[in-house]
């Protein structure tokens, strides 16, 4: 089985920045896709960034040239670095793994960016 636990949101101000952190229990591989997705008030959940190993990460038009994805295998853990964050950034981000076909998805953490 496999619990994914966020950690690092919060509230700041519009062009400010952020650290999301998502560790993985359990047994996964690098070559398992893990993300992030956002849910904003009223809105369905949406990808924001995606990696499936160290040079293959997918981002959402409005997460390019802000936010940054990576992870680390050895840690089991998944980051999400946002910077230059924008009011509509808001929602509650959850991090999502695919092994092999199974989804997985955390708690989630809120994000609230103040205009």
């Known amino acids: 089985q496999v619990h994914l636990v966020e950690s690092g949101g919060g509230l700041v101000q519009a062009g400010g920045s952020l650290r999301l952190s998502c560790a993985a229990s359990?047994?996964?591989?690098?070559?398992?896709?893990m993300g992030w997705y956002r849910q904003a008030p009223g809105k369905q959940r949406e990808l924001v960034a995606m990696?499936?190993?160290?040079?293959?990460?997918n981002y959402a038009e409005s997460a390019k040239d802000r936010f940054t994805i990576s992870r680390d295998n050895s840690k089991k853990t998944v980051y999400l670095q946002m910077n230059r964050l924008k009011p509509e950034d808001t929602g509650v981000y959850y991090c999502?793994?695919?092994?092999?076909?199974?989804?997985?998805w955390g708690q989630g953490t809120q994000v609230t960016i103040s205009s």
């Open positions: 990696i499936t190993n160290v040079d293959n990460t």
């Open positions: 999502h793994l695919d092994r092999f076909g199974t989804p997985y």
């Open positions: 359990g047994t996964i591989y690098s070559i398992n896709p």
